[in-house]
């Protein structure tokens, strides 16, 4: 059918690990794998994100850029010199008066059975809904869920060049039939 124009069918968010680029903060975690880590938002429900770059306030609770806390919490003492967070997720604090570090925290990861269906909410955070299913906690590293990378942080999944050559090919498609159809309108 002709005159029908083009529409957009679907968007689709890929989840798939981006590259992995080292920064030496503490805090700085990114996921290898699937798996999202769970932030608790200020109206009680929880946020999920894949942006690893962590926080602590005065207090000592690790926080997501925007404030929102780690789900299930940790909390850093006061005199840690160091922190140290296994690919298992399991946190350990260093202070300068102890020999061996002490475990302090889990870090988990959410699994979705279908992360595309999540909701984007803004401030690099999804929200789970009936099409993503519901989420499910995990030590990373269990069920297939990924491990967690200290100071290091995940960026784009995206291959700008290969990206550009795409549109460059669409683009030239789009001008091919274009000049196609004029050339039948003329005949």
Do not use: C, W
């Amino acid at each position: 059918e002709y005159g029908q124009g083009v529409r957009i069918v679907d968007i689709t968010k890929n989840f798939s690990t981006g590259a992995i680029e080292v920064t030496n903060q503490q805090l700085d975690l990114a996921i290898e794998g699937q798996g999202f880590m769970q932030f608790l938002l200020p109206d009680g429900t929880y946020g999920y994100s894949r942006a690893g770059n962590l926080h602590m306030d005065a207090d000592g609770n690790v926080l997501n850029p925007n404030g929102h806390p780690l789900d299930p919490p940790i909390t850093i003492p006061q005199n840690t010199v160091e922190i140290i967070i296994n690919e298992e997720g399991e946190v350990f604090s260093q202070s300068s008066d102890t020999v061996e570090p002490t475990e302090i925290g889990q870090v988990y990861l959410a699994y979705f059975p279908n992360p595309g269906g999540l909701k984007d909410i803004g401030q690099n955070l999804y929200r789970e809904t009936a099409a993503s299913g519901s989420s499910q906690l995990t030590v990373p590293g269990e069920s297939g869920v990924g491990y967690v990378k200290q100071r290091a942080l995940e960026f784009s999944n995206v291959n700008i060049i290969e990206e550009m050559m795409q549109m460059m090919t669409t683009q030239k498609t789009f001008e091919i039939i274009a000049n196609m159809i004029s050339a039948m309108n003329k005949m």
